[in-house]
């Protein structure tokens, strides 16, 4: 069983676009995590979920907007993407709030 | 915000050859945790440490953390080609941190 699962795994779309990433975590977690790569491979995090409530907004623009219907899951909805989104996005959970954290296989977003 | 100097940036070795990687900090950091990642894949947590001067092993994978709680290292030994990969350390910083510091990876090369 995956523990921390994303879809869709590539998403291709066009400038302007609005699209959603969803998570799920089947480890009974607390805490969720959105997590950008960049191309030189840096992990930025964008945010955190802590039972539901958001508990980490770095500053990513708010055409980004986190939802987490439960706490198994932390969907990203993104809004007019640019060409500049494209990038690995990566959820990952926690037990806790600085707790280890274990990354899901991204999903390639890639904006023309 | 917390930086951590991950080095060397790139690894190119002969298979059968130990590795070792490392990450400093300017700032005290109460966990230190080791990712590998595969391309095309999320992190996998390969060695979490807890205490300063703590030694753990994982296989081939040994990693310490440094008693001054500013650094640690992660020595593979006898590499073998699917050793392959990105590694990340990443660490909290601080009581009641939660905000999980990465840095910039190690990239493995390993020579058949």
């Known amino acids: 069983d995956t523990a921390v699962s994303q879809t869709p795994k590539y998403l291709v779309t066009q400038m302007g676009n609005d699209k959603s990433i969803k998570c799920e975590q089947n480890l009974g977690h607390d805490t969720m995590y959105w997590y950008k790569q960049d191309s030189k491979k840096f992990l930025k995090i964008m945010f955190s979920?802590?039972?539901?409530?958001?508990?980490i907004n770095e500053t990513v623009p708010n055409r980004f907007s986190p939802k987490s219907p439960d706490k198994a899951h932390l969907n990203l909805h993104i809004n007019s993407l640019e060409l500049g989104d494209s990038a690995v996005y990566f959820c990952a959970s926690s037990r806790g709030l600085g707790d280890t954290q274990y990354f899901g296989p991204g999903t390639r977003l890639t904006v023309l | 915000g917390q930086q951590l100097n991950q080095s060397p940036q790139s690894m190119f070795i002969q298979e059968g050859e130990d590795v070792s990687m490392n990450c400093t900090s300017s700032s005290i950091f109460n966990t230190w945790l080791w990712y590998k990642q595969d391309p095309g894949e999320g992190p996998v947590l390969l060695i979490a440490?807890?205490?300063?001067?703590e030694l753990t092993s994982n296989g081939r994978l040994t990693a310490q953390f440094g008693i001054t709680r500013k650094d640690s290292f992660l020595n593979i030994s006898a590499s073998i080609p699917s050793d392959v990969g990105i590694y990340f350390c990443?660490?909290?910083?601080?009581?009641?941190?939660?905000?999980?510091?990465f840095g910039k990876g190690t990239k493995l090369s390993v020579i058949p």
């Open positions: 979920y802590n039972n539901k409530e958001l508990i």
């Open positions: 990443a660490g909290f910083s601080g009581a009641g941190s939660y905000q999980l510091t």
């Open positions: 440490l807890y205490k300063a001067g």
